[in-house]
């Protein structure tokens, strides 16, 4: 598992993640979605916890605080029995989160108060992933992406796929830690396959979590869905 330094931002070499925990404990709910986010739903149980997280947190109803995992995918999406994300599936966890937060009667939870980039541990599997899949599709995945590719001067160029949480002003170049990943433009059309992930981005910045476009976040779920189909999430 790689882990990202919130402090330069670059992958790290971690343990493999912990093995499956306990499905979750009655009285907790299995999923609150997000005020901020579309598409985002928080599992107070998850059944993987990063490296360094006590068992309790993680499982223990009794517990004070929680270390929940983020996924894009419903407890609906997921076809389990648990029905919670795995290892591919879990976007990250958010450490020493109240349990109070997480606790019945919320249904929902605000992202906004929770997620900083010192307390998210990003899944480094979700995310090779993620940009492994945006290499095969990058190229006609986002209408919108494509047309703004067209608008590109004659010759070879490269566009950014900018992170959508802090656009830049029209015409300038997002800041590193805002750039996805870029891909090659030939006279006006996408180059397949040329996508190139921006290592210097960050999942977690003070401005939140990362945001795709429209069109991309629904290519990401949509392939995210059928990855949990062909993983067997049903056991």
Request: glycine share 6%; net charge neutral.
């Amino acid at each position: 598992m790689l882990r990202l330094n919130s402090t330069n931002g670059v992958w790290a070499r971690m343990p493999h993640l912990r093995s499956p925990l306990a499905a979750p404990r009655r009285g907790l709910s299995q999923a609150l979605t997000d005020r901020t986010y579309p598409h985002l739903y928080w599992y107070p149980h998850p059944r993987y916890l990063p490296p360094l997280t006590t068992t309790d947190s993680g499982t223990d109803a009794s517990a004070s605080r929680l270390t929940p995992a983020l996924s894009f995918l419903s407890p609906a999406d997921l076809q389990t029995t648990a029905a919670v994300p795995d290892e591919l599936t879990t976007i990250g966890w958010v450490p020493n989160v109240p349990t109070t937060a997480l606790e019945p009667p919320h249904t929902t939870i605000d992202s906004a108060a929770l997620l900083a980039p010192t307390n998210f541990i990003a899944n480094g599997t979700f995310f090779d992933w993620l940009h492994a899949t945006l290499k095969a599709g990058a190229h006609d995945a986002d209408p919108m992406f494509v047309a703004q590719a067209k608008t590109a001067p004659a010759g070879e160029n490269w566009v950014h796929i900018a992170d959508e949480r802090h656009l830049p002003p029209y015409g300038r170049i997002p800041r590193p830690e805002d750039i996805v990943g870029s891909v090659k433009v030939i006279d006006g059309r996408i180059v397949p396959g040329s996508y190139e992930r921006m290592f210097s981005h960050r999942p977690v910045t003070v401005k939140g979590l990362f945001q795709l476009s429209a069109g991309f976040q629904d290519y990401i779920i949509r392939e995210l869905k059928k990855e949990a189909a062909r993983r067997g999430q049903s056991s």
